[in-house]
């Protein structure tokens, strides 16, 4: 079983709609929680950046952490055809690299 | 703003062949780390160096791989003896020294297709 847990998806839906996309983990030792975005041979693109639990607010995307349940969340609102891309969330450890630890990514597609 | 600067952005080879790839770090950062991300999944640790020390090496990382820092600038993958299982997306990323007030920011990659 992997550290961290993503749906491949792809993930369709209608230009407008909001959209949820979730991780679940199994590592009590994370603290910090990343939501990146990918587009086709591009690298890695940071969205929104927790620590512990709680949420965070930017614009049309919303994180949310519950650290009880190990998953995470992240929200886009309006969703635009410009979103369509792969959402990576990773997540990291507090030790001495910080080094992340990633899901395998869900795919997005927003229709116009 | 410069980012994360990695070259070459694709690389072709025959299986065998060694390669190296460049990272260029966010100015001033002193944690630099690199990845390695195959078709469908998520990136995967493979090393970090804090300035000039390489810290940490995952053991995806095999002896066939090296990785330098130099005077805790910029960094080179070298890739030896290369594998058709080497092929992959190799990311560098970079942050600073206070990682709870910035996360990790990634190049866009070199990609390495093994013929």
């Known amino acids: 079983q992997k550290e961290v847990e993503q749906d491949p998806g792809p993930l369709s839906v209608p230009e407008g709609a909001i959209v949820s996309l979730n991780c679940t983990y199994s590592?009590?030792?994370?603290?910090?929680f990343m939501w990146y975005r990918q587009y086709s041979r591009k690298g890695p693109e940071l969205l929104m950046y927790?620590?512990?639990?709680g949420n965070k607010e930017d614009g049309r995307f919303t994180a949310q952490v519950d650290k009880s349940s190990k998953y995470i969340s992240l929200f886009i609102r309006d969703s635009q055809p410009s979103d369509s891309a792969t959402y990576l969330c990773?997540?990291?450890?507090?030790?001495?690299?910080?080094?992340?630890?990633f899901g395998s990514g869900t795919r997005l597609l927003v229709r116009p | 703003d410069t980012g994360v600067s990695q070259n070459p952005r694709h690389k072709i080879t025959k299986r065998g062949q060694n390669v190296t790839f460049r990272c260029d770090p966010i100015?001033?950062?002193?944690?630099l780390y690199w990845y390695r991300q195959t078709l469908g999944q998520g990136p995967e640790f493979l090393t970090y160096?804090?300035?000039?020390?390489?810290?940490?090496k995952s053991r995806l990382l095999s002896d066939r791989f090296s990785a330098e820092r130099p005077k805790g600038s910029f960094s080179t993958l070298e890739i030896q003896r290369t594998e058709q299982g080497d092929s992959a997306m190799y990311l560098c990323?970079?942050?600073?020294?206070?990682?709870?007030?910035?996360?990790?920011?990634f190049g866009d990659g070199t990609r390495l297709s093994i013929l």
């Open positions: 590592n009590s030792a994370f603290q910090y």
């Open positions: 927790t620590y512990s639990s």
């Open positions: 990773a997540m990291s450890e507090v030790d001495s690299s910080y080094k992340l630890i």
């Open positions: 160096f804090q300035n000039e020390a390489q810290l940490e």
């Open positions: 990323a970079s942050s600073p020294d206070r990682v709870s007030s910035q996360p990790q920011h």
């Open positions: 100015s001033e950062h002193n944690r």
